[in-house]
RNA sequence: GCCGACGUGGUGAAAUUGGUAUACACGCUAGCUUUAGGAGCUAGUCCCGCAAGGGAUGAGGGUUCGAGUCCCUCCGUCGGCACCA
């Protein structure tokens, strides 16, 4: 036996031949039912993969090869998601051009994931920093403009001084720029949204008919953030104004004692002057609003506010309620006004405390509590009964904000609604490298959505990087010129770009169709592949790219350009990769030395050695270290097979092997629907030890066995079948258990008494499911007799196959 | 602070979903093999105990004939949100 196992030998060779004949491509017309298996694209770093890429990769792998065994055409696509800050600061620091930095990434990343042997189709790569893609990103960003749904507006943004640019609040770590570290400051800004908030409702209740891991869906209904309540209006004294508040506890108002507004809210914004203490007010305001997040965050909680001189009045009761201003307001919640509570809410009590404003109790506290409120913990919320509340009283506070909503509403002096904490996505970016927004203002500024015939509108090429607190695009002279040639003098394109999950927003729909020039996607080829059956990544991108690219489905389904029959959904089911941990259990990182280099494994150990120990490492969704020494086990392992594939004999003589087999062909075909790699593999280990212990093994056994094997370590599995002359097709159907050959020759029970293990007995197959002779049997046994000789038997209780457990006393 | 996930040998972990806790690996120990190193093969490996037996799944309590699994309280680790009215 002097034919060794060779991975980087065989490995080439295998994925040269794939290759070469177009393996993997996906059919566009096929009678065979589809699957469309994803990962989510990387972002081509300088860096190159990380052992994380291939966890995930890996997974779809084996499922991809899977399903087209079990007879699916199968989507499987790659690309780029190549837009994105890291170039653009690589050219601020070195001069060279994010498109050749990115682009040789690109080359770097597609050289590493073809030598782990993925079945990628890639004649369908896609590149989002392409003319050809983000042509259909600006085209879609148009369709967004014509509907409605793209608007543009003067905004509180992130500003880096340091850094001289906005930030997105992703880059924003605890009121710091992440790069630079230096404080972050609000500045307003015109900027172009998306109406994500039109879909928030629909985002909401389609969660419920997905296959998503539910830490996930559970991220984004609070990301979504729906409350229901009621916004009631109050009259100013003196004036013909009212403030309206949104609440969601109404049954408190008879204990209301002050109402608070936002700094910057609207109301503020247009009434200051009637405030009789305009003067410290509006000193108030300049105060907050300078603030940094860095201060905000580093007050805390603690309250600060200033008294208006203004009243308005609780109709319920006909209380005068002082108004005040306070950062603890927020503009964007609501109607970015408050009704005070103190003795029902915390915050609420808190302001009350810092400004002397008195507390009234409406709900009945923990243990009967009923005296006056004077101390944080005596402040109920959330539930207890209604008292000092006229016609509420007495009643639960749920059925009471049920109540006075109806009573409220039919008086007039409210309506009730329902909020949302989900913002309208800021997609504007004063950056680079990223889609231009085709947006073209007329010499007065005001903006006209670029004519479609002038897309794809192009990046110029002549700008200065440098960071100068205004977008790059706005140095290029090209860009200037274009704009007045195509649309007369004084006109200019937007300057800013589009933030790159604008991009990612829609890719998988253009793998259906990746080469078309007159659509981003023919809808018959979306109606043939989509939804996306099965989709892979990290959850880091819960509420980011999974919330954006559900909206853009819906919104664009909406424009017609998706048909209905593929769902309201782009993604039906949805599996996240755990965190790879460094050998020290800490994240990998330069810093600490802790980082594997995939090419390093493949090169030592081989494609199918890296492949099989990321996915037996442990739960495919858990986050787990990296082991050096584990990954010499796995390669231990396919030696094995290797090693059993040269000695053993073939003979068609029957074996014992049978009962193991078909019970790891069952395991692993219910493991690999479960995503359960880890069990998988372990079962095939078992199976394989069973094998090596067999002088002799049938043809049939062995063919099975590399068809089990071939999803997970396809490499060695085709150079097997081809030294054994097996045809190709080998792996063109996935096996099937066989019923029959599951059952036992005999089975072990164990009996308990008392719940303690005293015995087991050998029971034949045909005596497994005969509840009396178990008993019989049992009873009879002598370790069991020892311990209820003498007792009264209670009970006897028969599990089949598995136990007989004996209650004395 | 609020929400969520998790906690099992020296290590990664398994447990048919309430039925023999520690499968499968890694590591370790001993023996064999090799000129040596690397590697390979065989046996052993949760704890206490010579054994019979007893104990053990973060801690404590509960339900049950039976709990890693279900319920309650607490502790710890990780992730998300963070004055959302």
């Given amino acids: 036996m002097d034919n060794k196992y060779q991975p980087n030998i065989i490995e080439p060779k295998w994925q040269k031949y794939w290759q070469d004949n177009n393996y993997y491509q996906a059919a566009d017309n096929s009678t065979k039912p589809k699957f469309y298996c994803l990962d989510m694209f990387p972002y081509p770093s300088a860096n190159g993969l990380h052992v994380g890429h291939p966890e995930g990769y890996t997974a779809t792998d084996i499922f991809s090869r899977y399903k087209r065994m079990g007879g699916f055409n199968v989507l499987h696509p790659m690309g780029w998601d190549a837009f994105g ?82 930030l997105a609040n992703e880059q924003v770590v605890n009121g710091a720029c992440e790069r630079c570290k230096n404080p972050v400051m609000q500045k307003d800004l015109e900027q172009w949204f998306f109406r994500i908030t039109d879909y928030a409702d629909k985002l909401l209740a389609d969660l419920d008919s997905i296959d998503w891991p539910e830490p996930i869906k559970l991220m984004q209904r609070n990301w979504i953030g729906k409350s229901v309540g009621i916004n009631i209006d109050y009259d100013l004294e003196n004036s013909d104004q009212h403030i309206t508040v949104f609440t969601t506890r109404p049954d408190t108002n008879f204990g209301a004692t002050f109402v608070v507004l936002a700094p910057d809210s609207k109301f503020v914004q247009t009434n200051l002057k009637l405030f009789p203490n305009y003067t410290a007010t509006a000193s108030y305001i300049e105060q907050t609003v300078k603030k940094t997040e860095l201060e905000r965050i580093s007050e805390g909680k ?175 002279k090209s860009y200037k010129d274009l704009a ?4 007369g003098a004084g006109w200019h394109f937007e300057v800013d ?49 999974l919330l954006y690219a559900r ?103 029957s074996n014992t092997v049978d009962l193991a087999l078909h019970q790891t062909i069952k395991k692993v075909t219910e493991d690999i629907e479960q995503f359960k790699f880890n069990t998988a593999i372990s079962q095939l280990m078992i199976c394989l030890n069973s094998y ?67 015995d087991k007995i050998e029971l034949s197959a045909s005596e497994v499911d005969n509840e009396q002779i178990i008993k019989d049997k049992a009873l009879a046994s002598n370790k069991v007799q020892q311990y209820i000789s003498g007792k009264e038997i209670v009970k006897v209780i028969v599990v089949p196959k598995k136990l007989v457990s004996i209650v004395i006393k």
């Fill in 85 to 166: 800050l890291p170039a653009e600061n690589y050219a601020i620091k070195t001069g060279v051009d994010p498109d050749t930095s990115t682009h040789n990434n690109i080359k770097n990343f597609t050289r590493q994931i073809k030598a782990l042997g993925f079945s990628y189709d890639w004649s369908r790569e896609i590149d989002t920093s392409s003319p050809e893609y983000y042509c259909w990103t600006q085209w879609i960003f148009l369709q967004m403009y014509q509907h409605g749904l793209a608007y543009r507006k003067k905004a509180h943004v992130n500003w880096c001084a340091s850094c001289q640019t906005v």
């Fill in 302 to 476: 603690k309250k600060t506010g200033v008294f208006t001189g203004s009243y308005v009045i609780n109709k319920l009761n006909n209380k005068r309620l002082p108004v005040y201003i306070s950062d603890f307001v927020l503009a964007s919640v609501g109607t970015g006004a408050v009704v005070g509570v103190p003795g029902h809410d915390v915050r609420d009590f808190e302001f009350a405390q810092a400004m002397g404003i008195e507390v009234i109790r409406v709900v009945v506290g923990k243990d009967g509590d009923t005296a006056t409120i004077s101390k944080r913990e005596q402040v109920q919320e959330e539930q207890g009964t209604m008292i000092n509340s006229d016609f509420l009283n007495g009643l639960d506070i749920h059925v009471a904000t049920e109540k006075i909503m109806d009573y409220l509403e039919k008086q007039g002096w409210g309506k009730r609604v329902t909020n949302y904490k989900i913002r309208d996505w800021l997609i504007s970016r004063q950056r680079y490298w990223g889609a231009p927004i085709p947006i073209v203002y007329d010499p007065q500024g005001n903006a006209h959505p670029i004519k479609e015939e002038h897309l794809p509108l192009l990046l110029p090429t002549d700008v200065d990087y440098r960071p100068k607190g205004t977008s790059p695009l706005g140095s290029s």
């Fill in 484 to 487: 007045e040639k195509l649309y």
């Fill in 497 to 545: 770009t589009m933030d790159t999950f604008v991009c990612s927003s829609w890719y998988y729909l253009r793998y259906c169709d990746p080469h078309n020039a007159k659509q981003f996607a023919d809808p018959e080829k979306l109606k043939q592949w989509l939804p996306v059956d099965m989709y892979v990544g990290g959850a880091e991108h819960a509420v980011l790219h």
């Fill in 551 to 653: 909206f853009f489905h819906k919104a664009l389904q909406d424009f017609g350009f998706i048909p209905k029959a593929v769902g309201r959904e782009p993604f039906k089911a949805l599996r996240n990769q755990g965190m790879i941990l460094g050998e020290d259990h800490q994240k990998m990182s330069k810093s600490r030395g802790n980082v594997v280099n995939p090419d390093a494994i493949v090169q030592d150990f081989g494609a199918d050695t890296m492949r099989l120990y990321e996915m037996f490492m442990g739960p495919f969704e858990e986050t787990k270290p990296w082991d050096p020494q584990s990954i010499k086990g796995m390669r231990r392992f396919l030696e094995k097979i290797w090693n059993v594939y040269q000695s053993v004999k073939t003979d068609n003589a």
């Fill in 692 to 758: 090596a212990e067999q002088p002799k093994l049938q043809e049939a056994q062995l063919k099975i066995y590399l068809q089990l094997i071939y999803p997970f370590a396809p490499h060695l599995a085709e150079e097997l079948r081809e030294q054994k002359h097996w045809s190709e097709n080998l792996f063109q159907d996935w096996p099937k258990y066989d019923e029959t050959k599951l059952v036992n020759v005999s089975y072990l029970m164990v009996i308990q008494v008392n719940g303690k293990v005293r």
